[in-house]
């Protein structure tokens, strides 16, 4: 059983920044892909971005490139993204969550989510 816990959600104004944690446990942590996503209210879970095994390998939606970045620390099993240039549309419900593989096909283990909500 894998276990994350997110972290670091809140409110802010528009063009703030916002550093999000999450804690994993259950398993060794650096053999296995993480990833963030978000749910805004009334659409559907996407995928914000995502960090392979080792962090040699990151994807990230279109609509945050530039301004959002993933990183892991193995050895405090954690995995963080720092948002900056926060806009409204960036509210949202994020998640974490843990692959079952080191690149990221398969999330299959999710934390309960951290609100951030960017004020105009």
């Known amino acids: 059983q894998v276990q994350v816990v997110e972290s670091g959600g809140g409110l802010v104004q528009t063009g703030g920044s916002l550093r999000l944690s999450c804690a994993a446990s259950?398993?060794?942590?650096?053999?296995?892909?993480m990833g963030w996503f978000r749910q805004a209210p009334g659409k559907e879970r996407e995928v914000v971005a995502t960090?392979?095994?080792?962090?040699?390998?990151?994807y990230y939606t279109d609509s945050v490139k530039g301004r959002f970045t993933i990183s892991r620390d193995n050895a405090k099993n954690t995995v963080y993204l720092q948002m900056n240039s926060l806009k409204p549309e960036d509210t949202a419900v994020y998640y974490c969550?843990?692959?079952?593989?080191?690149?990221?096909?398969?999330?299959?283990?999710w934390g309960n989510g951290t609100l951030v909500t960017v004020s105009s």
């Open positions: 960090v392979s095994w080792n962090g040699g390998s990151t």
């Open positions: 259950g398993r060794t942590f650096s053999r296995y892909a």
């Open positions: 969550a843990a692959s079952r593989d080191s690149y990221g096909r398969s999330f299959g283990f």
